[in-house]
């Protein structure tokens, strides 16, 4: 599979696969053995209102339309986003975009481009990706989790996304792991998985630890509080400082906790990691694993793969994205 801009053929059609992200929105079109010919991103919250953003994404996407040929070229749009809702087509109380309550993105989009948009989920389109192209690729049943500014999550079973009856099903990111702990600002909710797991919880924890441990010297500190970063956090592990590692053992403490539990409730063949947060590797691999382990019923012990997405960061959403266009799923 060739995920470059070379020119495609003439006269086959496309579908652009859109990955909306809360900081960045990636798009690639995309055709139907999943080549990637155009690729590109604009961010995503720098628009108070989603129809602004939309006039972005337009103008951001319509060269590379162009040189495959126009608007006739592309079959359809498929969209992940965060809270998307598959049945309606609608972003539904996003805690990290900036866009409020019930936003018709699917209908706004198809008004704009004039070509018929679908949407799911983000991380269930990241699922379908890696089960099409990747990691997964001929599982029927596995967990994909998206470390990225949220905790994302597609569940597989069977061989069939789990939507649910309204759509939402499989925010595991959202569920409660340190009861009364840590509070997520997007949501209000105590002790989530996604406020230590994500990229900005990894901050959140340096944060902590150097100002719960300040005779332990580090690299980090020579930063200000608000300059510390999940890749300052990643640069300073990489680098041999152990308050920054002990971050990353912290956070894979409590990943591994939450993914014993998501073992036990779907006896999934494999966890697939997803998203900025896997770069760390075996620094959050290792405490992730050793800890759903140490949870596990033993019924559940040792038969579980926990693995690395084989796509780039964005193409499996991309991807599955554009899967919706294909009605392959």
């Known amino acids: 599979m060739d995920l470059t801009n070379a020119v495609p053929p003439v006269s086959q059609q496309f579908a652009l696969g859109v990955d909306l992200g809360g900081t960045n929105t990636k798009f690639g079109l ?31 996407i319509i060269p590379g339309i162009t040189e495959v040929g126009g608007i006739g070229m592309i079959r359809g749009i498929g969209i992940g986003a965060p809270n998307g809702n598959i049945y309606k087509g609608t972003i539904e ?16 989009i198809t008004k704009k481009f004039g ?23 001929g599982m029927r049943d596995f967990i994909m989790i998206t470390l990225g500014t949220g905790v ?16 939402f099903a499989g925010e595991l990111g959202h569920t409660i792991i340190i009861p009364g702990g840590r509070l997520h600002p997007g949501t209000g909710i105590l002790g989530s ?47 041999g400082d152990q308050l920054a590692i002990e971050v990353y053992n912290y956070t894979g403490n409590i990943l591994g906790l939450a993914l014993a539990n998501f073992v ?49 960061e964005a193409d499996a959403a991309i991807l599955g994205a554009s899967a919706l266009v294909w009605d392959v799923r």
């Open 30 to 60: 995309v055709n139907t053995h999943g080549d990637i010919f155009h690729y590109g991103s604009i961010s995503t919250n720098t628009k108070d209102a989603v129809e602004d953003f939309i006039d972005e994404l337009y103008d951001a």
């Open 193 to 239: 998985l996604e406020a230590y797991a994500s990229a900005t919880g990894v901050a959140r924890t340096a944060v902590e630890f150097l100002d719960e441990h300040p005779g332990i010297e580090s690299s980090m500190r020579a930063y200000n509080k608000d300059e510390i970063d999940a890749k300052v956090v990643y640069d300073c592990a990489m680098a």
């Open 264 to 312: 036990m409730f779907s006896s999934p063949e494999a966890i697939v990691l997803f998203g900025g947060m896997a770069k760390a590797g075996e620094m959050i691999l290792k405490p992730t694993r050793e800890n759903m382990e140490k949870h596990l019923l033993p019924i559940f012990q040792n038969k579980v793969k926990l693995l690395f997405s084989e796509l780039k």
């Open 152 to 167: 994302g999550s597609g569940i597989v079973a069977n061989g069939q996304l789990i939507y649910g009856h309204d759509g």
């Open 115 to 137: 070509i018929k948009a679908r949407l799911t989920n983000d991380a269930n389109a990241a699922a379908v990706g890696e089960m099409t192209y990747g990691a997964a690729k």
């Open 93 to 108: 109380y996003a805690p990290n975009l900036k866009w409020k309550g019930i936003i018709p993105l699917a209908d706004l």
